[in-house]
Nanobody, 119 residues
Framework: VQLQASGGGLVQAGDSLRLSCAAS????????MGWFRQAPGKEREFVAG????????YYGDSAKGRFTISREKAKNTQALQMNSLKPEDTAVYFC?????????????WGQGTQVTVSS
């Protein structure tokens, strides 16, 4: 599987942004598709994940209540809808595929897309 992320940009605090991740190749039902982010000088942080087959979701603390992850199986895409963005959401966002929600089990990564939230 190869992953291609898109949708980043510069927005103001309170705005919304939708990131997309297109996957090529077969995605198994057990695969977890996810989003991570990394801000300058900080460690990579788990944002959200979705089990490809069942559609069950899991969110990191920073995303709960504001972000929604979804997938469209027919198009082999997943998306991260981000609402009420804050300056601290500024980071490079990566889509990834793995076998569980555990960070260590994500083995395929797309290129990052920059999200910048101005105050």
């Amino acid at each position: 599987v190869q992953l291609q992320a898109s949708g980043g940009g510069l927005v103001q605090a309170g705005d919304s942004l939708r990131l997309s991740c297109a996957a090529s190749g077969r995605i198994f039902s057990s695969t977890v598709m996810g989003w991570f982010r990394q801000a300058p000088g900080k460690e990579r942080e788990f944002v959200a994940g979705i089990r490809w087959g069942a559609g069950t979701t899991y969110y990191g603390d920073s995303a709960k209540g504001r972000f929604t992850i979804s997938r469209e199986k027919a198009k082999n895409t997943q998306a991260l809808q981000m609402n009420s963005l804050k300056p601290e959401d500024t980071a490079v966002y990566f889509c990834a595929a793995g076998t569980s929600y555990d960070h260590a089990d994500f083995h395929t990564w797309g290129q990052g897309t920059q999200v910048t939230v101005s105050s």
